[in-house]
């Protein structure tokens, strides 16, 4: 027997956690994750700063500066090393890198054959150098057509470049557009869906002279030493006459010129203008690229596109902005003016047919325009005749090139050379595919593939065009030829982002701003069919997002993660990067591809249980993943049993998800049972820390109910979201959105002695008051936590109390007081602690719920109140229909019944007096405590204090009352006092009511 186990010292996270810190260090890495976690796709991904602290917390003694350990090296940490930490929905495998940097022993789950292998190629230990060589045998593996894989994947994305005539450009980004096939039975035309016809829009900053004068006609114009242009030809070019000339220069005129010739505007005459500054500035460029409807050409705009808009080419005028698509789904035809949706014609074709989809436009690459280093090989005859081989560096750019300064970029139309080449492809593809591996899968039926069959969508293999799927095909099968297995496993690896970003339900945002204008299929986390696709470059010409040269540089960033790991830290000019020397591999996990309803591990084997679990229905992991399982299953069948099935199997998966019918009762048995297993083989100290979202509503409470119908106390709760410190204390009258970490134990108070809830609830009280104190003393470090941040960590305290009688907790009638009740009354009393409201008297704690938020938040209304202030007043306390059942409040008649009105006393006086009618004595309970006996009609504390002003204000007697709620009357005098305070209407009735308390000496 362990001694030391039994002995009861306390880990640092059951007293505290570094929550600001934390916070701060969270929400810059959700923008852009550690290279580990970029290696690979998988949905709502975690902080790792998160986990690194709670693991280091769940270890670490009590009392400990975690944020201190947080940048130790731990390779020989005896509070760390060889602890066994599980995680039982690993998903993209934060927790197991995280202890495993830390020298833990870690067992990671998951049920999702992708998330497995997702996580099993982060950790597995691959040299570098290795690795970069298997990435060249790949790119140079002779394919069935005698070329490297890399000259046949760049071979089917090449086109002309528009500047220089060069053959061998490749192509970034290809435009497609669907189109639907008009609804009117006379017309069938197709209908391309733009919702308008701006292509990309861009600002690039170019250096320029300003205000220099012609020497012929004396007048003024910007001469720009840049070019700005997103196109080749300068010819299409139409330039605003407002604003063509960069923001912030106004309307004046401009010409180009990288050589002292310049061309003046206004005259046209060729001369070198006279400088009035010598030094150049810089300015933006607002750039647009319009496809014509007309003529199919592409120009570009400089300036605001207006409205109305001439081809350069076929002189048609129309509206950029305006397409065939006048709101979301739906299609207006050009021909018939007939307006329908989309989904409609999408109907009225075959099943297995797809709208017909078009490309219109290029963004081309010319590498002879890019001015980039060219490197060429040249043979020399040297001294005594020999040939001597050296490699020269040149510049390419020997022609005038508006695209050099675009980095050899430009956009162009889709012309009959491209057409023909994509013809050749798919050609090629009719002909190789039946020796090639792709997907043949139906797509099954679900909640989010069900949008997909609607579209047509019925095999996977149709969410890719023939091009898509020759070049990721040819790609599978080269990586599949690779003999060493675990570098076919990185390289499939690198796969997944491929396929992700070469589909047709990809993306082009034409202004993104600063971000990359590409967005590959999740995005967001659904199957949204896109009416625009925008396809890349599978191998990739150049490293922009998506391509397989992005990708695998993405894997060996991920790799290198593993020999130098890294933390950020926090300082006054932003965060600095703190290189780890922690190492890790794979071999110190065991990573299981099996459902964590049963874990076949021992009991007391586990020292924490950390994890993040599934969250209701907000993501259909499974459903989404299958996109990748069926792809990545073609190679990993030889090997992995868990890749046999078609497709992931589902019945097991713990989701919200009503087509496979389970419901959000399945979701919380679901984990209920991985909870109870956890239970079962965590250690007696062994803690349960998972983290999960909150936000005002069921889901929260049934996850509270898991936790604790499998065992367990909650024993803290920390919050962690995704705002500053700043706008969380402007927005704290608003319910916020929290992902929490709980803290759990094992429930050791196994009496089933009833507790009285009246009773616990003063413990209750006493406990949450005395954190506050804590909390104001520093607990959570020097800086103060933010009013939303201290009422969740009141409300975990309170809850620890709760659920430590779980079950055993009943009230007045020996009735169990359900966990949805016990939370109500715990927000309201943790609200009333941390009231930012001095007036608000700390007696009034028993009142009930709703006398509390009629007293605290409305009683002093008197028009109609709109729906978002008796939201914030309610803030989870209660539901808005409790209170409209109390009769407290009505619906209002302004605003078509988005307002409420609060019901004034004399109003209310006749309900309220039938209410009093054969009302029975307060009775004593079984504990000895005195608590009002229901009638028929619940009376609230409210209904006294309003009987009472409307009394008053029908100058009636009110001292029988008086009377009658002796019992109260300390609550009734400060309730009067705070509506004296905040009503002036109210006030005189209010106070005479005092005044006469005053008198009779009953009632104070
Ligand atoms: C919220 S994710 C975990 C995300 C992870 N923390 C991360 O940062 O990437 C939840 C995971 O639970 C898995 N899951 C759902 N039901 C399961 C079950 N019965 N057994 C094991 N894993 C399951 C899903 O496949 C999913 O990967
Ligand atoms: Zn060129
Ligand atoms: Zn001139
Ligand atoms: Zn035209
Ligand atoms: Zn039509
Ligand atoms: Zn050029």
């Known amino acids: 027997m362990d001694v030391e186990k039994t002995t009861t010292t306390k880990q640092a996270i059951e007293e505290s956690f570094p929550i600001v ?54 390779t020989n940490d005896q509070d760390t090393n060889g602890k066994v930490i599980l995680d039982p929905f690993m998903g993209g495998g934060t927790t197991v890198v995280e202890a495993l940097r830390l020298g833990c022993k870690v067992i990671g789950i998951d049920l999702n054959p992708v998330a497995w292998f997702i996580v099993k190629t982060e950790v597995e230990p691959v040299g570098i150098d290795k690795l970069k060589q298997a990435f060249k045998d790949l790119e140079n593996r002779k394919i069935s057509s005698g070329k490297t894989l890399k000259e046949e994947l760049l071979s089917h ?34 209908v391309p869906l733009f919702s308008n016809y701006v292509v990309a829009q861009k600002s690039p900053s170019i250096r320029f002279y300003k205000d220099v ?70 300015k933006k460029v607002v750039l647009s690229v319009v496809y014509c409807p007309h003529c199919a050409s592409i120009f570009q705009y400089r300036g605001t596109v207006p409205e109305n808009v001439s081809c350069p080419l076929c002189k048609f005028e129309f509206n950029p902005q305006t397409g065939n698509v006048p709101d979301k789904g739906k299609f207006v035809c050009p021909s018939c003016g007939n307006k329908d949706q989309i989904i409609k014609s999408i109907r009225s074709l075959p099943n297995n047919q797809l709208l017909p989809t078009n490309p219109y436009a290029i963004e081309g690459y010319c590498q002879n325009c890019s001015g980039d280093d060219i490197e060429e090989e040249i043979e020399e005859e040297g001294l005594f005749g020999e040939t001597i081989k050296k490699t020269t560096i040149k510049k390419n750019v020997t022609h005038l090139c508006q695209l050099t300064k675009n980095n050899g970029k430009f956009f162009k139309k889709v012309d009959s050379a491209d057409i023909e080449r994509y013809q050749r492809t798919l050609k090629c593809w009719e002909k190789e595919k039946d020796n090639l591996p792709y997907p043949k899968q139906e797509i099954p039926d679900g909640q989010e593939t069900h949008r997909l069959l609607e579209h047509h969508y019925l095999y996977w293999h149709q969410m890719f065009n023939p091009r898509q799927l020759l070049c990721l095909s040819i790609l599978l099968k080269a990586i599949d030829e690779e003999p060493d297995w675990t570098m076919k496993e990185m390289l499939l690896s690198a796969f997944q982002l491929t396929l992700e970003s070469n589909n047709m339900f990809c993306s082009y945002r034409e202004n993104a701003g600063g971000r990359s204008p590409f967005a590959e299929l999740f995005s967001r986390h659904d199957f949204q069919p896109k009416i625009d696709p925008c396809e890349i470059n599978v191998w990739g010409g150049l490293a922009t997002y998506g391509p397989f040269i992005s990708s695998f540089g993405k894997t060996i960033k991920g790799k290198m993660f593993n020999i130098n790991p890294f933390d950020w830290k926090h300082n006054s000019s932003g965060r600095t990067k703190i290189i780890s020397k922690e190492r890790f591999d794979g071999r110190n996990g065991d990573l299981l591809c099996q459902s964590s309803t049963s874990f076949k591990l021992e009991r007391n084997s586990v020292d924490f249980v950390i994890t993040d679990p599934p969250y209701a229905g907000n993501v259909n992991y499974s459903e989404l993943a299958d996109f990748f399982y069926v792809w990545f299953r073609l190679v990993l069948l030889k090997k992995y049993p868990h890749f046999s099935p078609e497709i992931t199997s589902k019945c097991e998966e713990i989701v919200e998800n009503a087509t496979r019918g389970k419901s959000i009762k399945d979701f919380e048995q679901g984990l209920t049972t991985v909870f109870h297993e956890s239970n079962r083989v965590l250690t007696d100290n062994g803690l349960l820390i998972f983290t999960f979202h909150h936000s005002e509503g069921k889901t929260w409470e049934s996850l509270l109910e898991s936790i604790c119908n499998s065992g367990f106390e909650i024993w803290a709760i920390y919050p962690i979201h995704s705002e500053s410190e700043q706008s969380l204390n402007i927005r704290h009258e608003q319910a916020i959105s929290f992902d929490l970490i709980h803290v759990c134990k094992k429930r050791t108070n196994n009496s089933i002695d009833k507790r009285s809830w009246a009773g616990v609830r003063q413990e209750i009280r006493k406990k949450a008051r005395e954190e506050v104190k804590l909390i104001e003393s520093g607990r959570y470090g020097n800086e103060p936590l933010s009013p939303p941040d201290i009422q969740i960590i009141l409300t975990g305290k309170c809850l620890e109390l709760y659920s430590a009688h779980y079950g055993n907790i009943v009230d007045y009638e020996n009735n169990p007081v359900p966990l949805q009740q016990a939370l109500k009354e715990i927000k309201a009393m943790v609200d009333q602690i941390i009231s930012p409201e001095e007036d608000f008297p700390l007696q009034m704690e028993d009142i009930g719920l709703e006398s509390y938020v009629w007293l605290r938040y409305l009683s002093w209304y008197k028009t109609e109140i709109k729906s978002d202030d008796v939201n914030k007043a309610v803030k989870g306390i209660l539901d808005v229909q409790d209170l409209l059942d109390s009769g407290l409040i009505t619906k209002g008649r302004a605003k078509r019944g988005r307002t409420y009105e609060v019901k004034q006393p004399q109003q209310r006086l006749p309900e309220i007096l039938e209410k009093f009618q054969d009302v029975p004595m307060p009775q004593t ?30 100058k009636e007697n009110i001292l029988p009352w008086l009377e009658r709620f002796r019992g109260e009357s300390p609550q009734v005098r400060v309730a009067l006092q705070f509506i004296s305070k905040k009503s002036k209407e109210l006030a005189p ?6 005044e006469i308390m005053d008198v009779g000496p009953l009632f104070k």
Not at 163 to 172: E, L, Q, R, V
Not at 223 to 248: K, R
Not at 925 to 942: D, H, M, Q
Request: net charge positive; proline share 5%.
């Open 989 to 994: 009735y209010a106070k005479r009511i005092i």
């Open 213 to 282: 004068k012609c020497p012929l006609c004396a007048k003024t114009f910007d001469w720009e030493i840049e070019p700005a242009s997103l196109i080749a030809e300068s010819s299409l070019t139409i330039n605003n006459p407002i604003d063509s000339c960069g923001l912030g220069r106004g309307n004046k005129r401009h010409s180009l010129s990288a050589k002292n010739d310049v061309k003046c505007p206004w005259c046209e005459k060729t001369q070198t203008p006279r400088l009035s500054a010598t030094k150049k500035e810089r």
């Open 21 to 74: 810190e934390i916070n701060r260090l969270a929400v810059p890495e959700r923008n852009a994750f550690k290279p580990i976690y970029q290696m690979h796709k998988w949905f709502a991904r975690r902080a790792s700063c998160v986990f690194r602290a709670i693991l280091l917390s769940a270890m670490k003694p009590s009392g400990t500066d975690i944020m201190q350990e947080f940048y130790k090296d731990h």
């Open 157 to 190: 994305y090449k086109t002309e470049c528009s500047c220089c005539g060069n053959k061998d450009a490749d192509i970034i980004y290809t435009f497609w557009v669907k189109s639907a096939v008009c609804t009117n039975p006379l017309c069938k035309k197709e």
């Open 925 to 954: 309970n079984l504990f000895g405590e005195v608590e009002a006996v229901k009638t028929k009609r619940k009376i609230y504390f409210a209904d006294k204090i309003q009987l009472l002003l409307a009394l008053i204000m029908n």
